[in-house]
T-cell receptor
């Protein structure tokens, strides 16, 4: 079945450091890929997405490129802020238009220190 | 547009009771999906409704059920609650098949 693997956290960085959170997936067909972010006590917010190979999603300084050859969708940011502290989830959408089911990775907690 | 809303936000129940959670999707969205989030199992898909019909179902026991109304609002019901049902229940809506899902703030259920 479909699955998503994320690097385990927590990831602790100092402000202005570079961030990479690894995400790899296993799926049949050509799924859409997403990064969602969850702040304490809140639901999930869509951070960025990519719908086909080589697409780059970007938002708020975060970027991720859909790499079909390595089945990866790593999240990157050049300079993190304290306000980026949250849990980040990589997810894949139902391939082959089978519906709207998302399969999530286990989440990676990011802690950014001043 | 208003976002996805879920009620109630917090709920405390005892074992054996049943509970109903409500989700109002973004205006114009016809698909509503439900997810369970726990520290041990992470985020797991429960089911999806589209135009009042269940389109997908996750691997949960029959105690978990749902429905969708003609105005796209959805309810989720859990009967005979168990301690392990304590979780954050998230609802997401999307405009259609394959479209991006937008999540509500969740309902936090505690079963004592």
């Amino acid at each position: 079945g479909d699955s998503v693997t994320q690097m385990e956290g927590p990831v602790t960085l100092s402000e202005e450091a570079c961030l990479t959170i690894n995400c790899t997936y296993t799926a049949t067909g050509y799924p859409s890929l997403f990064w969602y972010v969850q702040y304490p006590g809140e639901g999930l917010q869509l951070l960025l997405k990519a719908t086909k190979a080589d697409d780059k999603g970007s938002n708020k300084g975060f970027e991720a490129t859909y790499r079909k050859e390595t089945t990866s969708f790593h999240l990157e940011k050049g300079s993190v802020q304290v306000s980026d502290s949250a849990v980040y989830f990589c997810a894949l959408g139902s391939p082959n238009n089978a519906g709207n089911m998302l399969t999530f990775g286990g989440g990676t907690r990011l802690m950014v220190k001043p | 547009k208003a976002g996805v809303t879920q009620t109630p936000r917090y709920l405390i129940k005892t074992r054996g009771q049943q509970v109903t959670l409500s989700c109002s999707p973004i205006s114009g969205h016809r698909s509503v999906s439900w997810y369970q989030q726990t520290p041990g199992q992470g985020l797991q898909f429960l089911f999806e409704y589209f135009s009042e019909t269940q389109r997908n179902k996750g691997n949960f026991p029959g105690r978990f059920s749902g429905r969708q109304f003609s105005n796209s609002r959805s309810e989720m019901n859990v009967s005979t609650l168990e301690l392990g049902d304590s979780a954050l229940y998230l609802c997401a809506s999307s405009a259609g098949m394959g479209e991006t899902q937008y999540f509500g703030p969740g309902t936090r259920l505690l079963v004592l």
